[in-house]
């Protein structure tokens, strides 16, 4: 089992539109989550944390359910600039330690 | 601005040769590095834990004598690629977590091609 799993997608949604991606681990142990966002040939760039309360940050909300080890991002109001690829990201510690990515999640947003 | 930086970009270089590829982190210390690498429409892998002063700390199935990683200053980590062969085409991106937060900066990313 792979240790962090997403839908590879591509989902094409119109502009406008809410989307949703999720994702699970396998490590319960795991003590940080994150969102990062890959465009096309590029470097990973944080998008944001994910905590058990749930957060916010304009149009995208984050949510981790420990019970289930599962990851949720929600995009509303999607922009023709949210198309990338939404990578799943877990720590296994508290410190400085190496992520583990999921393959990630290919969004394209059409006019 | 960027606060990790990478060089070469992209390399191409012919088999058996080496590369070197260095990562910086500029306007902070950062006692940990780490190497990532990336084939396509593959996620990010962890490669190494660079440790300034000591030893990297290699993942599962990477060979440190082929890559070989130096960390000899509190800003610079460099990763060689030794006696490269096709199959070690891929993304190279490394990381450098601040001490207070621990956020993890990336670097841009090198580009290496080995025909």
């Known amino acids: 089992r792979k240790e962090v799993e997403q839908d590879p997608g591509p989902f094409n949604v119109p502009e406008g539109a809410t989307v949703a991606f999720n994702c699970t681990y396998s490590n319960s142990a795991s003590q940080s989550f994150f969102w990062y966002r890959q465009d096309c040939r590029k470097e990973p760039k944080l998008l944001m944390s994910v905590y058990s309360s749930g957060n916010e940050d304009g149009r995208f909300t984050a949510q981790l359910n420990r019970a289930s080890q599962y990851i949720s991002l929600l995009i509303r109001d999607s922009k023709l600039s949210d198309s990338a690829t939404y990578l799943c990201?877990?720590?296994?510690?508290?410190?400085?330690?190496?992520?583990?990515f999921g393959k990630g999640t290919h969004l394209i947003i059409q006019p | 601005g960027a606060v990790v930086s990478q060089h070469p970009s992209w390399v191409i270089c012919k088999s058996g040769t080496s590369v070197k590829i260095e990562c910086r982190s500029l306007?902070?210390?950062?006692?940990?590095m780490f190497w990532y690498r990336q084939f396509p429409k593959q996620s990010l892998m962890l490669m190494a834990t660079?440790?300034?002063?000591?030893?990297?700390?290699?993942e599962q199935g990477v060979e440190k004598d082929k890559f070989l990683i130096n960390h000899a200053s509190l800003t610079l980590s460099t990763l060689t690629v030794t006696s490269a062969h096709p199959e070690d085409s891929s993304f190279y991106i490394c990381s450098a977590p601040r001490t207070a937060s621990y956020e993890q900066y990336f670097g841009p990313g090198t580009r290496l091609t080995v025909t």
């Open positions: 990201v877990v720590k296994p510690g508290g410190g400085a330690d190496g992520l583990t």
């Open positions: 306007d902070f210390q950062a006692t940990t």
């Open positions: 660079s440790n300034e002063g000591s030893k990297a700390t290699y």
